[in-house]
């Protein structure tokens, strides 16, 4: 019998989401096929690069990152820069100082500083918290109001803070928002649908479905994006069929292996290079399960993980 | 699995405000029973325009035009012993939100229905039957056998077929109820979709107890392997056993408010 290829395209498709301000904005999603299968049917667009841009400045320690950034004297210049860097689809600027139990930065200093870094890039903005769901709260609400216009993608809303959340930044405020659930995959189907049914688009959503290192509990978060790219796409559900968006820099920056100086482990080689290798392996592994958009802290490997979705595209 | 596929069985002839809509092609009443089967939960909506021998082309042209036009394209069983309405109906048919169900074909008279689904890219209800009720479930078996052998002569992919084990009253064949589980068993072993008029078991019972009689009855037949219905999906007691059900078999990821999804 002769061979008779089966393309399994589905009728489903995960949601194409825009964010970025008019005439720059970058698509997430939208593809029929599960990910990467460009051999089904073509992807609707590639995996997107974000690199992450904290408002306490770049880790001096890393080499790289200080050649990197140098002469910059503002979180804005900073943003630009990182904006421009080679492969950098959108900018993730994570407001780590507001975080109360450590600058405990005010709310209007925080959106002082995303009006400045808005103004300052070329590229679509993602807005990161400072992990302290109170105080994200006060954040976002304020910086959605600031930032009006801009049509910014704020990661995330939790299920403790989305109704205020949701309404600032999506009712009121226009932006498109993330809905973070520490891999647990029956919270991100009903984040999704609490969100809906508080009258947020779905069109509006993408899903931070939480992170690890590779090496580091991976596998939970890895089976966690197949089973819910399954669903999404063979089962046809509506609430999972939001973009995936994985911050990975966080995580991969905070193992051993990116931790530990040469000096105190000089058989492991350079810091930089194992930092820069834990991020790409972790990113390019929630790419193949699934991830719609990394966020990255290093252009070294911004670039290339960017290169990687070009060849893989 | 997907999930169960529930077709809405309100829009049909027999119902006098759905007549009176259909004699005088009044879109009201019927795009009214669309929605609310729709927001209860339904996939799929049977259109029962009943023998229409007269202006079936015509009718059936018109409801397919008129609830897809309404509803987003939402995907329609067309009912009615007219095959050329069925014909007509699937050519204005858009099959965006999934292919159209013929109902439906049976091994006797109606066997030439699957011809019409395989022509036509559609999926095919079929009763395992050929004159009246099937004796016991080697007669429904050999059925079976003979309406899936002309589909694949005929190119159907197996899964564009759905049997109809036949679903039977209690009030009357109360010994008859687990043939029809144990059937549904032996089509869903071979990886074959089933569906069928479920709440035919509870035909003449009292209005409160149908709900409860269908409910039992939907589960048990979901356990069997059961992958479809021709429901009231606005029967809400139903419709929680339904969704319970797609949870537990894994069809459908759980969330706490899985019921109003």
Redesign the interface.
């Known amino acids: 019998m002769p061979f008779t290829d089966k393309p399994q395209v589905f009728s489903a498709s995960i949601n194409a989401l825009s964010f970025g301000p008019a005439g720059k904005e970058v698509t997430l999603g939208g593809s029929n096929v599960y990910p990467l299968y460009s051999f089904d049917a073509p992807l609707a667009n590639p995996v997107r690069v974000g690199i992450q841009v904290s408002d306490k400045g770049f880790d001096a320690t890393v080499p790289g990152l200080a050649a990197f950034y140098e002469g910059c004297s503002t979180v804005a210049e900073m943003a630009a820069r990182a904006a421009a860097a080679p492969g950098v689809d959108f900018v993730a600027l994570s407001l780590n100082s507001a975080d109360p139990n450590e600058d405990n930065a005010s709310v209007d200093d925080c959106a002082a500083t995303a009006l400045a870094v808005a103004q300052a890039i070329d590229k679509p903005l993602a807005i990161m918290g400072c992990k302290n769901v109170e105080k994200d709260s006060e954040l976002f609400v304020k910086i959605a109001d600031v930032l009006r216009g801009q049509n910014a993608l704020f990661l995330s809303c939790r299920e403790e803070d989305y109704k205020t959340i949701g309404a600032s930044v999506v009712l009121a405020g226009g932006s498109s928002l993330g809905g973070e659930s520490a891999v647990d995959i029956n919270l991100a189907k009903q984040l999704n649908v609490l969100l809906s049914q508080l009258g947020v688009p779905t069109g509006k959503i993408v899903m931070n479905l939480g992170t690890a290192a590779a090496g580091y509990g991976f596998e939970y978060l890895a089976s966690t994006i197949d089973r819910v790219k399954d669903a999404a796409l063979k089962q046809n559900d509506g609430m999972l069929q939001m973009p995936v968006v994985t911050p990975c820099g966080d995580d991969a920056w905070g193992v051993k292996e990116a931790i530990l100086e040469e000096a105190d482990m000089p058989e492991w080689g350079s810091r930089e290079e194992r930092g820069i290798q834990m991020e790409i392996i972790t990113a390019a592994a929630c790419i193949a399960s699934g991830s719609d958009a990394v966020i990255l802290r290093h252009p070294e490997s911004v670039k290339t993980i960017s290169e990687y979705v070009s060849a893989l595209m | 699995m997907?999930?169960f596929v529930v077709i809405g069985e309100r829009i049909h002839c027999i119902s006098p405000a759905i007549r009176e809509a259909m004699n005088t092609m009044n879109p009201e009443p019927i795009l009214k029973r669309a929605k609310e089967q729709l927001e209860a939960g339904a996939t799929y909506l049977d259109v029962n325009i009943g023998p229409a021998e007269s202006n079936g082309v015509e009718l059936m042209t018109w409801a397919v035009q008129t609830i897809q036009g309404a509803f987003d394209n939402v995907p329609l069983a067309l009912d009615t012993a007219n095959m050329a309405a069925i014909e007509a109906g699937i050519g204005v048919y858009n099959r965006?939100?999934?292919k159209p169900i013929v109902n439906s074909a049976d091994a006797g008279d109606r066997i030439g229905y699957l011809d019409l689904a395989a022509n036509n890219d559609a999926i095919c209800i079929a009763l395992c039957s050929k004159a009246g009720v099937p004796a016991d479930n080697d007669e429904r078996m050999t059925y079976l056998q003979e309406l899936l052998e002309r589909g694949l002569e005929l190119g159907m992919d197996p899964e564009d077929i759905w049997f109809d084990p036949l679903f039977l009253v209690i009030k009357g064949m109360q010994d008859k109820q687990m043939d029809v589980l144990n059937f549904i068993r032996d089509i869903s072993e071979q990886g074959l979709n089933s569906t069928g008029g479920l709440s035919n078991n509870s035909n003449g019972m009292p209005k409160h107890i149908r709900p409860i009689m269908d409910s039992a009855m939907v589960a048990m037949a979901m356990m069997a392997g059961l992958t479809s219905a021709i429901v009231n999906p606005c029967d809400l007691r139903l419709m929680e056993t339904v969704k319970s059900c797609d949870i537990i078999k894994n069809?459908?990821?759980?969330?706490?408010?899985y019921l109003?999804?």
């Open positions: 997907g999930k965006s939100k999934g069809n459908f990821l759980y969330a706490d408010s109003e999804v």
